[in-house]
C-alpha cells in the first residue's frame, strides 16, 4: 500500500533514505524558541545532514520527502523548500535550475 501512495516501490525506498536521516533528530525544543534561534537550529541541521551525503542530487519529488521528514520540529525551511526550490524545478530550464540548485 505504501508504494503505492508513494507512486513505486524506488519513490518509497528514496523517501525512506531521506526520512531516515532525521529520525534521531530532537525536535521538541524548537517549539520554545524565537524565530532566529530556529533558523540557526535548523540550518546547523541542514548543514549536518548534508555533510553525511555530499554527493546526493535531489530529485523534485525529494524536496517534498525533506521538508514533510522536519516539518514536525517546526523548520523554518519551508518555504525555501516548498516554494522557491519547487518553482525553480517546475518552471526553470535546465540552466536556470543548475545555477540556483547549486546556490540552494
Known sequence: MINLLDGSKENTVRRRFITSSVEK??????YGMN????FADSMKDFIAIHKKFPKFKPEPNDYHYMNAALTPGGSS???????????????????????????A
Open 35 to 38: 524565530r532566529q534561534e530556529l
Open 77 to 103: 525551511l519551508g518555504n525555501h523548500m516548498y516554494i522557491f526550490l519547487s518553482t525553480i524545478a517546475s518552471q526553470g530550464d535546465d540552466e536556470q535550475a543548475s545555477w540556483w540548485f547549486q546556490k
Open 25 to 30: 533528530m530532537d525536535f521538541m525544543p524548537r
